[in-house]
C-alpha cells in the first residue's frame, strides 16, 4: 500500500515544455526530497524540504524549482524541459533525517 | 564533504552462492540504512542501524554496523532470483548521503 504518490507515472513531452511532477505523501512526514536517477545508476539529490515553506537545493545542479505550501505534497516544476533532462524522478518521504525513506513509484520523464 | 562509498559496484553470483556489499564512510555515521531497488522499481526500506557494532538478520540477510560506526556489510545467504536488483546504503549524519548502490545479478 503506497503512502507517497507520484503523477504521472510515465511522461513523454516536447522541449522546451513546462511540466510539473507532481508528490504526494499521507503519513504527515515533514522531510521531502526529490531525487534524479537513470536506469540502474546512483540516486542523485536535487531538491529536500524540511518542513512547510523550507526549501533548499541538494548536491545534483539541477534547473528544476519545488515548493512546499503544505505538508503532504511538494511538486517539482521544470520551467523549460530539455533532453537532458531525460530521467526517473522519485520522490520520498521520511519522519525525520535520520529515519528510513518511503520513496514513491517515480515519474519517467522522457524528453523529445 | 561526508562520502558513501559503496563496492562492489556490480556482482554476478550462480543462484545459491552467498553475496557480500560493503559501504564505507570518510566520516562517523549516526546510522546506517539499506534499501533494495528492484530492476524498474524504486528503492524500498529495508533496515536500519544505529549501534556501534550491532547485527541484525532478515530471514537470509545479515547486515552488520562497523565499531566505528564508519562501515557496514550486507550479507545474503543462498542468494535466489527474487533477490535481483539494487542494494544501496545510506549514511546517516548531518544529512543522508545514499551510495553509488551494488547490482546483484542472480544467475538460475
Known amino acids: 500500500e503506497a503512502d507517497i504518490y507520484q503523477t504521472p507515472r510515465y511522461l513523454v513531452i516536447g522541449t522546451g515544455k513546462k511540466i510539473t511532477l507532481e508528490c504526494s505523501q499521507t503519513m504527515g512526514h515533514d522531510k521531502m526530497y526529490w531525487y534524479q536517477q537513470d536506469p540502474g545508476m546512483e540516486l542523485h539529490l536535487i531538491h529536500y524540504?524540511?518542513?512547510?515553506?523550507?526549501?533548499e537545493k541538494g548536491d545534483l545542479s539541477s534547473e528544476s524549482t519545488v515548493s512546499r505550501i503544505r505538508t503532504e505534497h511538494f511538486p517539482l516544476t521544470l520551467e523549460s524541459a530539455r533532453p537532458s533532462h531525460t530521467s526517473q524522478y522519485l520522490c520520498a518521504s521520511s519522519f525525520d533525517r535520520d529515519y528510513g525513506y518511503t520513496f514513491g513509484s517515480g515519474t519517467r520523464l522522457t524528453v523529445v | 564533504g561526508q562520502q558513501v562509498m559503496q563496492i562492489p559496484q556490480y556482482q554476478h553470483v550462480q543462484e545459491g552462492e552467498d553475496f557480500t556489499t560493503y559501504c564505507n564512510s570518510s566520516t562517523t555515521l549516526s546510522n546506517i540504512q539499506w534499501y533494495k531497488q528492484r530492476p524498474g522499481g524504486h528503492p524500498v526500506f529495508l533496515i536500519q542501524?544505529?549501534?556501534?557494532?550491532e547485527v541484525k538478520k532478515q530471514k537470509r540477510l545479515t547486515f552488520q554496523f562497523g565499531e566505528a560506526k564508519k562501515n557496514s556489510s550486507l550479507h545474503i545467504t543462498a542468494t535466489q532470483t527474487t533477490d535481483v536488483g539494487t542494494y544501496f546504503c545510506a549514511g546517516g549524519g548531518f544529512k543522508t548521503i545514499f551510495g553509488a548502490g551494488t547490482r546483484l545479478f542472480v544467475k538460475a
Open positions: 524540504s524540511y518542513g512547510v515553506n523550507s526549501t
Open positions: 542501524l544505529v549501534k556501534s557494532g
